[in-house]
């Protein structure tokens, strides 16, 4: 099963910006999209951005949208999700996930991030 190991979190001030990796571990793995989700304290996990490996554009919740931007590079097999103009209602573990070609589930995920986000 492939791995995904995200990187980037950390504790930044509101209107602050911060920019998430994350990577999978099998450089020729069979990716049908791959997307970040987030899970605040006591909340349930949400989707924020995911993106078809295929090509077209990236999708967003409307919480984020128009402030993350979503990226890949299909060689190396890996995705960015650049956040920008943080609130502290962002402060969560953020995942990054997977989707294998063929597969209508999210079967695999990273460990998670932490972005905080202070007023």
């Known amino acids: 099963q492939v791995q995904l190991q995200e990187s980037g979190g950390g504790l930044v001030q509101s209107g602050d910006s911060l920019t998430l990796n994350c990577a999978a571990s099998?450089?020729?793995?069979?990716?049908?999209?791959m997307g970040w989700f987030r899970q605040a304290p006591g909340k349930e996990r949400e989707f924020v951005a995911g993106?078809?490996?295929?090509?077209?554009?990236?999708e967003y919740a409307d919480s984020v949208k128009g402030r993350f931007t979503m990226s890949k590079d299909n060689a190396q097999n890996t995705v960015t999700l650049q956040m920008y103009s943080l609130k502290p209602e962002d402060t969560a573990v953020y995942f990054c996930?997977?989707?294998?070609?063929?597969?209508?589930?999210?079967?695999?995920w990273g460990q998670g991030t932490q972005v905080t986000v202070s007023p």
């Open positions: 993106i078809r490996w295929g090509g077209g554009g990236a």
């Open positions: 099998k450089r020729f793995w069979r990716i049908a999209a």
């Open positions: 996930a997977l989707k294998g070609l063929g597969s209508s589930e999210w079967s695999s």
